[in-house]
């Protein structure tokens, strides 16, 4: 009796309900790809769909428009390649990353001129791939940014790279014009080293956090009229960082 009180629990566990972040598309033909994969989307909250051929995607990318698509390139019926082409034609703005073991740059350039959001080699790191995946989402949320942005007694043009403060000129570095342009993007929102590291830096470069600390350092000293004690580019404690204009 016991036995069956708990198959049924366990039974409700699987069957219930779950929060998602939306859903992602694998089209992969690979089945123990297809199971790694699952794994590792679910595991960061999203629901996936998955695709065995290429003419199956097409259909599942039709009526069911995801969150983004993780793209082989070989596959059955129709190749990566014509897929990521026809899925930019029905919606530019859902995300294709190409999930693929063709390593050769012609091919990478090839697919990004078709569309293609990124491009991810295998043998792949799962952290790499799920960064890159949320990274493309982000993107194409992104709004449009101003290309002059004032707070406090700053004001920054970011398409002539010029900053004052309180009239003055401020000297930042091309990079640090790039860090502060994506706080100014995502204003309010608390921003994991991680997600700076990916989104800022980039994964070929491979920084460490200290990097991130660092570079908010030298922000703070040019740009806050209090470094130690600053009110705009604030310290979340155990989570990152946050921009308050």
């Known amino acids: ?44 909250h999203y629901s996936i769909l998955v695709a065995g051929d290429g003419q ?20 059955p019926h129709l190749s990566g390649r014509e897929l990521c082409q026809t899925f930019k034609n029905l919606s530019s703005n859902i995300p294709v990353i190409v999930l693929s073991a063709i390593t050769e740059v012609v091919d990478k350039v090839l697919l990004l001129e078709l569309g293609a959001d990124d491009y991810v080699t295998k043998p792949f790191s799962p952290r790499e791939l ?9 993107r194409q949320r992104k709004p449009t940014s101003q290309e002059v942005y004032r707070f406090a007694d700053c ?8 900053a004052a403060r309180s009239g003055s ?29 990916n989104e800022v830096w980039g994964y070929n470069f491979y920084p460490t956090t200290r990097t991130v600390d660092n570079q908010i350092l030298k922000l703070r000293q040019k740009l806050e009229h209090d470094p130690a004690n600053p009110r705009h580019l604030l310290t979340i404690y155990g989570a990152g960082y946050k921009f308050v204009p």
């Open 130 to 138: 799920t960064a890159r995946v949320q990274a493309a989402i982000r």
């Open 155 to 162: 004001e920054i043009d970011f398409k002539k790279m010029t």
């Open 169 to 197: 000129t401020v000297m930042l570095t091309a990079h640090e014009f790039k860090l502060l342009k994506f706080f100014t993007e995502n204003a309010e929102r608390v921003l994991t080293r991680d997600i700076l590291l």
């Open 56 to 75: 199956t995607g097409l259909e599942m990318f039709r009526t069911e428009r995801p969150l983004a698509v993780v793209l082989d390139l070989i596959l």
């Open 1 to 44: 009796m016991i036995k069956d009180r708990e198959l049924v629990a366990e039974m409700a566990e699987d069957t219930a309900p779950l929060m998602t972040l939306g859903t992602i598309l694998v089209i992969e033909d690979d089945p123990r790809m297809q199971k790694v994969l699952r794994r590792i989307f679910t595991e960061e």
